[in-house]
């Protein structure tokens, strides 16, 4: 690992601002790293090195004149969900194709106006219906870490997967993700990075490819608690071409970081603590109280009464919302073609041939809890309970500032070991789920290892809008836990027989 | 909540979906499954409770109706699998 790929952004940046580095520098450190690490970590899916140096150059160039921007020069990952103009944009999915947006997102474009640089896409499950990154299209995605004395490959989580290897990995100072039920924290937990999934509105979701559009929301993974609150604060805007998109100034989360804890509220919800929870998890969550305390937080118990409800209304909204945002694809304005004997056969041949099977099930549990006779039952039920939940925490903010739960209920399983029933991948969200219910900020938090060495983390939620209070509150447990070390750098040292991207018979479906 | 293969066949027709019988009958178990398992918010009192709608109190934004980016045929069909004249081409629908 070079000494450039080890920096955290803000120390990048930094150095890049008094000259010590240049841009060109850091970004060609990053594609060589990358180029070592892809083909065993498979956290790329479609690296733009050509790209990244031309962005660079322009940076250097502003750099040099003193007219450096925020982000000049910082390399990054884009998690393949976000429209990048020029640039095969897929959300991981046979049913894209070669799909090339001729726009850019609201999100990336922030981040290239703020000068920082596109190092790729990265990978994820599909659609980001996933919690291990096994239903992308372009094969699995492999997590840098693995447990002690083991070489078994592990799952980084989902469904940014890609974009938490590649910043565990050290291919990306940071990446952006996104989180419909858990999708930045969880990778992020399970890869020993920073995940920030921001409130509802906070970032604009226009050019992100939508799964379920009143959950969706974008936020960074990174190394530090300080890096999430830089990458937020270019990464956030009121967007008036996103109807759903704040009108609310964004402040400097960094700023944020230097306030004092001393007083604040923290609260901790018994229904967390779920049966059969691992006394690995219980001991995490329980020295994550003492830092608090430490640091001259309160500990506030508090409750939730609806948490256990979370998760099964997410499964009947989320599916719902996919059903309907993913009738766009039939063939017809862009992605690939199956031909059918009519028009009807053609839109089934496509769909069935483009989308991956979590994709399919997804689609067929949203189409059935809103098809005639179901909707009250099922999607208005659910939305009623989402209602509850939010009442909940509600309450609970009447008490506390922010609340201190686990992120996920264990460390990273192995590559192929929950394939069998869905529940039990659609139980990794638990801890996550409800705050994109509520639609309020999160974050996870590196906080400790589980006895084989691996990551585990700590979640701070925060009032809506309050990711200041989310930040500043993070930043006690990465004081306390300290921060990781590089994952062993294994790749470089084997002839990895890790999976090459696959590309499956979706994505070679015929375009006719 | 059981899923019977002739659901499965007809909710995968109302999802443009193909499944072969195979396919239907694997998701006969699981989308049953599932369902059984959403099915544990019944027991959640939601009499005088109002489907949420928003994280927040806000207005919908509106706009003037007028076309602010137009002309952009090429850009809106350069992605589509088959097209003539700027216009999608599809399969003969009418005889």
């Known amino acids: ?512 | 909540m059981k899923v019977d293969e002739a659901t499965v066949r007809h909710v995968a027709r109302l999802a443009r979906i193909k499944v072969t019988p195979e396919q239907a009958k694997a998701l006969e178990g699981e989308l049953s499954a599932i369902l059984d398992w959403v099915e544990q918010l019944g027991e959640v009192d939601t009499a005088n409770v109002e489907p949420m709608t928003r994280v927040e109190e806000m207005a919908l934004p509106k706009r003037e109706d007028k076309v602010t980016e137009g002309s952009i045929a090429g850009q809106i069909v350069k992605n589509a699998p088959l097209t003539e004249d700027n216009f999608f081409l599809v399969p003969k629908v009418v005889e």
């Not at chain 1, 008094?18 to 070592?36: N, R, S, V, Y």
């Not at chain 1, 922030?110 to 919690?131: P, Q, Y």
């Not at chain 1, 004092?260 to 929870?277: A, C, F, N, Q, T």
């Open chain 1, 1 to 512: 690992m070079s000494e450039l790929t080890g920096l955290t952004l803000a120390e990048a940046r930094d150095r890049l601002k008094k000259k010590e580095i240049t841009a060109h520098e850091l970004t060609e450190a990053h594609i060589t790293a990358l180029e070592a690490a892809n083909t065993a970590l498979n956290a790329y899916i479609v690296p733009t090195p050509d790209k990244a140096l031309d962005m660079a150059k322009a940076s250097d160039e502003r750099l040099g004149k003193g007219k450096g921007l925020p982000l000049d020069g910082l390399p990054l990952g884009i998690k393949d969900l976000y429209c990048t103009e020029g640039v095969r944009s897929t959300a991981c999915s046979g049913i894209l194709g070669d799909f090339q947006p001729v726009y850019e997102s609201t999100v990336t474009q922030n981040l290239w106006a703020a000068g920082a640089v596109m190092l790729g896409k990265t990978n994820m499950d599909e659609f980001a219906m996933g919690s291990s990154n096994e239903t992308s299209a372009y094969g699995s995605c492999v997590n840098p870490w693995r447990a002690a004395g083991s070489d078994k490959p592990l799952v980084p989580g989902g469904s940014s997967g890609g974009s938490a290897s590649a910043v565990a990995a050290r291919i990306a100072l940071a990446a952006t993700a996104s989180d419909t039920g858990g999708s930045i924290r969880q990778p992020a937990a399970f890869t020993g990075t920073v995940g920030l999934k921001p409130t509802y509105g906070r970032c604009s979701r226009r050019g992100m490819i939508a799964f379920a559009s009143s959950l969706d929301q974008a936020g960074p993974i990174t190394r530090t608690v300080q890096d999430a609150a830089i990458m937020l604060r270019h990464m956030a805007s009121y967007d008036p071409k996103d109807s759903t998109s704040a009108n609310r100034k964004v402040p400097d989360y960094e700023k944020a970081l230097s306030e004092k804890v001393k007083g604040l509220k923290i609260g901790v919800p018994k229904e967390y603590r779920i049966d059969g929870m691992s006394a690995e998890i219980d001991e995490l969550w329980e020295r994550g109280i003492g830092w608090y305390k430490d640091a001259g937080a309160e500990i506030i118990e508090i409750s939730l009464p609806h948490t256990k409800y979370a998760l099964p209304a997410y499964y009947i909204v989320a599916p719902a919302e996919a059903s309907s945002n993913l009738a766009r694809y039939d063939g017809v304005r862009y992605g690939a073609r199956v031909n059918g004997k009519d028009i009807i056969d053609m839109y089934e041949e496509t769909r069935s041939h483009g989308f991956g099977a979590e994709v399919k099930r997804r689609l067929l549990i949203g189409t059935y809890v809103l098809s005639a006779g179901y909707y009250d039952a099922y999607y208005i039920k659910a939305q009623k309970v989402r209602t509850l939940i939010q009442r909940d925490f509600n309450e609970a903010f009447g008490k506390v500032d922010a609340i201190l739960t686990p992120a996920t209920p264990s460390a990273a399983f192995g590559v192929g070991e929950k394939g069998g029933d869905p529940i039990e991948m659609y139980l990794n969200d638990i801890f996550t789920v409800t705050v994109n219910m509520a639609g309020l900020p999160g974050i996870s938090v590196p906080a400790g290892r589980s006895g084989d060495g691996l990551p585990l983390g700590l979640q701070i939620i925060g009032k809506a809008f309050d990711e200041e209070t989310v930040l500043k509150a993070g930043q006690v447990i990465e004081d306390a836990a300290g921060r990781y070390e590089a994952p062993e750098a294994w790749w470089l040292s084997e002839t990895a027989p890790a999976k090459k991207a696959k590309v499956t018979s979706k994505t070679k479906a015929k375009t006719s």
